[in-house]
């Protein structure tokens, strides 16, 4: 993986009241032991929310800490931040709504677009600009400014013996993102600017992001960042959907073989079929088929408020569905002051909704069995492992979809009388004993451990498609013209 060392300042006293921690900082910090320890920040930076989860590896048993954004926050989730940001008439940046500043939404998929429009399309992305990578560069330092302030403040006491933090950031990317391509350096490059930007003495603006860009583009390939004079920071972009196997992987549900992940995020589908073994003492993942596709919890919840408007209700706006989306909570189920016509609407668009994603799920299998990895017991004497991550992975409509795809690989296409097998997700709380949504964290979790913990990720256009070896009572019985 690529990866770059930066040099940075380490700071620990806090200039911010509940604000984005711009403005001029003390960035040094008293020695009261020795030596050094290291502070990994996994960060998911998703769609609609991102998410961060810092970990200590080197203290006992690895603790790992979610990022608490308080009113920051979703309401219903402070782990959860929207994946917004403010830009006021002067290009000063924040993370929520100031007086005479303009809201940006859509920064991930922004940077998708440019590789493939259709996803924009597909999500009524407007047209991106010039200042697309500036405004996720600037989103991303923000994030990172209040996580290093968070964590050095309420847990000050866990590293203050000693007298040097080696800080390192995995960016969470999409699995189209790995590899020599375009897409992957512009992540490389955006999140880059993002950590100097988060150093910036003075409040990160859009000019500012800009130029930050230019300076990473111009010195990514040459030598080290030295802009910095202390400890140093080691960046890496890694696979969304590996996070999430990661976090599996390091747990005591771990099996090694065939596995089917699939992440129901907010904005979109993300299913990735991949192989965990075990090599001399080191995980290997191989990712296989990886697709990603507009069917997320919101593009749901919008095909159901249209069914709305074609069922010409009367009162519309008594129903519980017309409402605004928020993508991060289920589509409410009551069916009150909910007249019969719109039932009927929303339950064709539901069916509608299923087969899409249905059909993406199967076409992630059928060339996973055909072409990638045909010789795999799980297709045959084993159940397929599958992990479900991600918010809407509880959601009715996405469960019926699993249940449906089960009984296809089970009875109508593969014929695996093991069928699948669905993984339950570690239970997970923080050190200090309060439990977390575990499926929205699982990314965030996987990418908050260190280089050489995690392994070696094989990205699938480096994996050559493999030739389905004949049963062996064929191979066995076989005649060949040297014995006629």
Not at 308 to 334: C, G
Request: overall charge negative; charged content about 25%; proline content about 5%.
């Amino acid at each position: 993986m690529k990866k770059l060392r930066l040099l940075s300042f380490l700071w620990r006293n806090k200039t911010e009241d509940s604000s984005e921690g711009n403005g001029e900082r003390n960035e040094t910090m008293a020695t009261t032991g020795g030596g050094r320890v290291e502070l990994v920040i996994g960060l998911d930076f998703g769609t609609s929310s991102s998410k961060v989860v810092v970990r200590a590896p080197d203290l006992q048993g690895s603790p790992a800490y979610p990022m608490d954004f308080g009113d920051f926050g979703h309401p219903a989730m402070p782990q959860l931040l929207p994946t917004s940001l403010w830009v006021d008439s002067s290009g000063i940046c924040s993370l929520r709504s100031k007086a005479g500043s303009r809201m940006y939404q859509d920064l991930k998929i922004k940077l998708l677009s440019e590789m493939n429009p259709n996803l924009a399309v597909s999500m009524s992305v407007e047209g991106g600009d010039n200042f697309d990578e500036a405004r996720a560069a600037a989103y991303l330092g923000l994030v990172l400014q209040k996580v290093r302030t968070w964590f050095l403040i309420t847990h000050e006491k866990l590293v203050a013996r000693f007298d040097k933090i080696v800080w390192s950031f995995n960016l969470g990317v999409p699995s189209a993102s790995m590899g020599e391509n375009a897409e992957n350096d512009r992540f490389f490059r955006v999140g880059n600017a993002a950590w100097l930007l988060s150093f910036a003495k003075d409040e990160i603006t859009i000019i500012g992001a800009s130029k930050c860009l230019a300076d990473v583009a111009g010195k990514a390939n040459k030598q080290p960042f030295k802009k910095y004079e202390a400890e140093e920071c080691y960046f890496q972009i890694i696979p969304e959907i590996a996070g999430g196997a990661i976090s599996y992987a390091m747990s005591e549900l771990r099996t090694e073989g065939l596995h089917l992940m699939l992440d129901f995020g907010a904005s979109t589908v993300d299913a990735c079929s991949f192989i965990l073994r075990n090599r001399e003492g080191t995980d290997r993942y191989s990712l296989m088929v990886t697709d990603v596709q507009p069917l997320g919890v919101a593009e749901m919840h919008r095909r159901q408020l249209a069914a709305l408007e074609l069922a010409e209700m009367e009162n519309p706006e008594d129903s519980v569905y017309y409402q605004k989306v928020d993508p991060l909570d289920p589509f409410p189920e009551e069916r009150d002051n909910v007249e019969e016509p719109f039932i009927r609407e929303v339950a064709q668009v539901n069916e509608q909704f299923r087969d899409e994603c249905s059909t993406h799920l199967r076409r992630v299998l059928e060339k996973t069995r055909t072409e990638r990895a045909p010789n795999e017991d799980e297709w045959t004497t084993k159940p397929l492992p599958v992990l479900l991550i991600g918010g809407g992975s509880v959601v009715d409509q996405y469960e019926r979809v699993v249940d449906e795809l089960d009984y296809w690989f089970r009875n109508e296409h593969i014929r695996n009388q093991h069928g699948m097998k669905l993984l339950p997700m570690p239970v997970q709380s923080t050190p200090d004993g309060e439990e977390v949504a575990y499926m929205r964290l699982a990314v965030a979790y996987g990418l908050s451990y260190r280089e050489f913990d995690i392994g070696e990720i094989t990205p699938a256009d480096r994996i050559a498609n493999m030739i389905k070896e004949p049963p062996a009572e064929i191979m066995g019985t076989y005649i060949g013209s040297e014995q006629t």
